[in-house]
């Protein structure tokens, strides 16, 4: 697992460095607006600028019940999306958060 980003909240809305080898920029993570029924709609919405280049999905812990967000971003610029784990901060769970990202293997 690698940290790519640091994420402050203030409010609902998230914001943060994204730090790869081939993307670095600030991105804001801000509610959605609600307008879909669909139960697959993201939580929130990813901008970098007023561009949208993903979206996150809050869940939940099984085991130690805590929230995190299931990130995905995506770019013409990118070789693939960028999927990551938003997770709260031990330093400061309430403000703070780290984007982690991990690659899944297929077997």
Not at 84 to 93: G, I
């Amino acid at each position: 697992m690698a940290t790519i980003g640091n994420f402050t909240r203030t409010g609902d809305t998230f914001e943060g460095q994204v730090k790869t080898l081939e993307f670095r920029e600030t991105v804001r993570l801000v509610p959605s607006d609600g307008s879909s029924d669909s139960e697959d709609a993201p939580d929130l919405i990813a901008f970098v600028g007023d561009i949208q280049i993903g979206a996150a999905w809050k869940k939940t812990a099984r085991e130690s019940g805590n929230v995190y967000y299931s990130v995905r971003l995506d770019d013409p610029s990118l070789t693939g999306p960028i999927n990551a784990t938003l997770y709260a901060s031990d330093a400061d769970p309430t403000n703070r958060f780290q984007l982690v990202w991990k690659r899944f293997i297929k077997n």
